[in-house]
């Protein structure tokens, strides 16, 4: 069972990451985009201030999942780890947090104006 659901976490987080950098592309999808990374944003800062910086629940779970099969030494990034078990090799964690806060900053602003410019649109 722990097997499914290491294979599950490293599946669905990997696509919850992919949708949180392109969900602002197609125009059907920006309003959840918008959702999803305002989530993303509010368990890294918000629940962040409990747990450390960038903390997400599905990364604490996932790792709970790996101990159950003899895991111990994960990184405290979710994207370093994919980064790693993608490539094989050993990312630097500094790196990975860097490219990780500005895309996840650049992704943001995009979303919210492309979210925001209908209705200013409507207005004028």
Not at 41 to 65: D, E, K, M, N, R
């Amino acid at each position: 069972m722990y097997y499914f659901l290491d294979l599950f976490f490293i599946a669905f987080h990997s696509l919850l990451i992919v949708f949180n950098l392109t969900g602002w592309i197609w125009q059907r999808t920006r309003r959840w985009h918008l959702i999803s990374l305002s989530l993303t944003a509010l368990s890294w800062f918000g629940l962040g201030i409990w747990y450390g910086l960038g903390y997400c629940p599905f990364t604490q779970w996932h790792w709970q999942v790996r101990i159950k099969l003899g895991y111990y030494d994960m990184p405290y990034s979710y994207i370093k780890f994919l980064l790693d078990l993608l490539t094989g090799c050993d990312w630097d964690a500094g790196l990975v947090d860097i490219l990780t806060g500005t895309l996840f900053t650049m992704t943001f602003l995009i979303s919210l104006v492309l979210n925001i410019k209908p209705y200013l649109d409507k207005r004028s």
